[in-house]
């Protein structure tokens, strides 16, 4: 794959690249992965680093049949039922965190040509998380409830390297706490035990580079305003 860095390029120059060309795909092709693939993404996001070395994460991994009845059966369960995450979202945006938010929704929904008026348009964007934007593949990614917020963590720095793992075979892929959502009838289907709470899901597939959604991404906030030296 080229990641647009020159074959002398130094580590920290490919890990650059692949940043800068990974964004969150919400149009993807119905071409699956090949399993191989799938299975060097995992082998990879193994390396992960976890506090003592307990790495909470679980990851199950739904393709082919199972993902094209998992797809429609999800939509219509948050069609009709109340969400029911494992992990509290969120308890509401405030100041610069719900700028970037709103900027984000904004930004998207502007890309893809739906109006603050347009409800129904909104609505139809919304249930696209629930579809997983036509991914064939997604990886559902559970933590020890009893580890907490370091299990979380943890599960989040297993995300992180998933995505760009699979950025690095020209797998597309997009994160989606959205799917945490719907925690219990994922439970019921997978017959997860209680002791696992679901984090998050991550679909994946190769993207549809033609979709109007590809074409939308979100700036970055200055490096001063995030991070320090003090010395």
Partial sequence: MNLDAPQSSTPD???????????SCRGFKSEPVAN???????????????????QPWNVTVISGQAMRTLRADLVDHVRNSEPS??????????????????DCGLRLYGTVGISREDRAGADRQRLENYRM????????????????TYGVMDCGAYVANFILAAQSLGVASVPQASLATAAEFFRSRFAWPDDRAFVCGVS???????HI???????????????????
């Fill in 13 to 23: 120059e490919t890990l650059e690249a692949l940043l800068a060309l990974r964004h």
């Fill in 36 to 54: 191989a693939t799938i299975w060097r993404i995992l082998k990879l996001a193994q390396l992960t680093a976890s506090w003592c070395n307990t």
């Fill in 85 to 102: 995450p494992d992990i509290a979202f969120p308890e509401k945006y405030t100041g610069i965190y719900a700028e970037r938010r709103k």
């Fill in 133 to 148: 934007f036509g991914a064939p593949h997604v990886a559902l990614i559970t933590t020890d409830r009893q580890l907490g």
């Fill in 204 to 210: 994946f597939g190769y993207e549809e580079e033609a």
């Fill in 213 to 231: 959604a590809n074409q939308f991404r979100v700036p970055r906030a200055a490096l001063e305003d995030s991070a320090s030296i003090v010395e």
